[in-house]
């Protein structure tokens, strides 16, 4: 199972309750924890979701999260704007019937990126 993998608490409970359902249901609550996660440490509100808060608070220049002092690191953004694309947005709108491996892969790619999002560090004010 999946949820043995899983590493964040939140993402696990989450997927944990969801064990009996679609494979799409938990891809979308996946989906929906991360996004959860990236308002909430980046400090966004409720006014943005997928694609547009992820370039919101991870824009190179203006965001409020930062993950490198590489000033030029857009590769990051990019990253998790593919993972709203394609983990988050499809089952979110229509019903898809993923393989198992496939499901689990994208589950297991989602707590990596929140692994990722908690070595995050707000930008500091200018």
């Known amino acids: 199972s999946a949820l043995r993998e899983i ?5 696990k409970k989450r997927i944990g309750t969801l064990l009996d ?3 799409d249901t938990m891809i979308r609550g996946a989906g929906v924890v991360l996004e959860d996660r990236l ?3 980046g400090e ?8 547009r808060l992820v370039d919101a608070v991870l824009n ?8 490198s002092s590489h000033t030029g690191e857009g590769g990051i953004r990019m990253l998790y704007r593919g993972a709203m694309q394609f983990i988050r947005n499809p089952p979110m709108h229509k019903l898809i019937e993923y393989l198992e491996n496939t499901a689990h892969l994208l589950i297991r790619l989602v707590d990596s990126l929140l692994q990722l999002l908690s070595e995050a560090e707000l930008r500091q004010a200018d």
């Not at 966004?44 to 694609?51: F, I, S, T």
């Open 60 to 67: 190179p220049k203006k965001g409020t999260l930062v993950f």
């Open 21 to 23: 359902s679609p494979l």
């Open 44 to 51: 966004a509100g409720y006014d943005l979701e997928g694609v």
């Open 39 to 41: 308002r909430e440490i």
């Open 7 to 11: 590493t964040d608490d939140v993402l």
